[in-house]
Nanobody, 115 residues
């Protein structure tokens, strides 16, 4: 069984930065695509960014250029560096992993950006 454990998040003023981390544990990974989704109050969960095990990265258009995803394969950990944060980035951020063909989710981390 795979577990995704998130850390980071918190409260920051608009224009500030935060970093989220997500460590996967529990099995040996032959392949892993890991990324982040978020859910704002009253809205659907949306894709934010993903890093493929071959090194490709994809971003939600509204965060491109402000957020950066990176993955440390040796540690099975994915990071999301969030810069120039905006109030509309507020929400619960969920780590996502497509690992060895199965979907996994983290517990969620609250990110609040004040104006």
């Amino acid at each position: 069984q795979v577990q995704l454990v998130e850390s980071g998040g918190g409260l920051v003023q608009a224009g500030g930065s935060l970093r989220l981390s997500c460590a996967a544990s529990g099995r040996t990974f032959s392949s892993a695509n890991m990324g982040w989704y978020r859910q704002a109050p009253g809205k659907e969960r949306e894709f934010v960014a993903i890093s493929g095990y071959l090194g490709s990265t994809y971003y939600l258009e509204s965060v491109r250029g402000r957020f950066a995803i990176s993955m440390d394969s040796a540690k099975n950990t994915v990071y999301l560096q969030m810069n120039s944060l905006r109030p509309e980035d507020t929400g619960v951020y969920y780590c996502y992993g497509l690992i060895n063909g199965d979907d996994y989710w983290g517990q969620g981390s609250q990110v609040t950006v004040s104006s």
